[in-house]
């Protein structure tokens, strides 16, 4: 069979093209949003042990429109200024100031050991399915109960919006998939939380990195 270089290499052109999109999409400022010149750190209220000041927070500021596809979270990164557990989750939209959790990641449980590092994780979960472009947020919330309070860093002077709620009334959106997030008490509160989770795609991706590297091919043997 003769190869037909001119219609391979088309072919070849159009599949870097889509290889070179096929990259981690980011949502959250990340861990180093702490870092920012004349960044204003601090920590949410702490528990006495006795109260619940966990926290529900989504991020829209630093999202990201994903196309149609299967998706999950990869990792993601934080920065802990107190003890406490969290769990990440990505949400899309279905309203003003309302979301749909399509995926949640593994809580974390900090301890002191934690606290003041820049973190990396895998963000574990089930992988969701766009049928249209959307815009995907990252989340963050706490468990709820007695002495639980979110332990994540955020930047108040860092320029992002937040969705943000906490437990003043006991009822914070829990974190399942199908979920919904609303009834937030604090609505674009300036501010970002010092975590981010990246997306990816699968498994088209695996698919286009072989059909990128079988088009090397005929250029290597071309060059002998």
């Known amino acids: 069979m003769v190869l037909n270089l001119k219609r391979f290499g088309a072919v ?3 599949v870097a ?14 861990p180093f949003v702490v870092d920012e010149p004349g960044a204003n750190v601090q920590v949410d209220t702490p528990t006495n042990g006795d109260n619940d000041q966990s926290r529900q927070n989504v991020d829209i500021s630093y999202n990201t429109l994903l196309q149609p596809g299967t998706y999950s979270g990869s ?10 557990s969290v769990i990440p989750y990505l949400a899309i939209s279905n309203g003003e100031h309302s979301y749909e959790i399509v995926a949640v990641g593994d809580q974390v449980d900090i301890d002191d050991a934690g606290l003041d590092l820049n973190v990396t994780l895998p963000f574990g979960g089930d992988s969701f399915v766009l ?21 994540i860093y955020t930047n108040l002077n860092s320029g992002g919006l937040m969705d943000h709620d906490n437990n003043n009334d006991g009822n914070l959106s829990p974190p399942v998939v199908g979920g919904t997030v609303d009834g937030l008490g604090h609505t674009n509160l300036p501010r970002s939380y010092a975590f981010s989770i ?3 795609p699968e498994p088209s991706s695996v698919l286009l990195i072989v ?7 005929p250029l290597r043997r071309r060059r002998r």
Request: with cysteine.
């Open 12 to 14: 070849c052109a159009m």
């Open 17 to 30: 093209v889509l290889a070179t999109s096929v990259s981690a999409e980011v949502v959250g400022p990340g």
């Open 75 to 84: 990792v993601w990164s934080y920065r802990a200024g107190q003890t406490g």
């Open 131 to 151: 049928d249209t472009a959307k815009e995907v947020f990252g989340g963050i919330v706490n468990p709820t109960g007695i002495g639980e309070q979110n332990p």
């Open 198 to 200: 990246n997306i990816v």
């Open 211 to 217: 059909l990128s590297g079988l088009c090397l091919l």
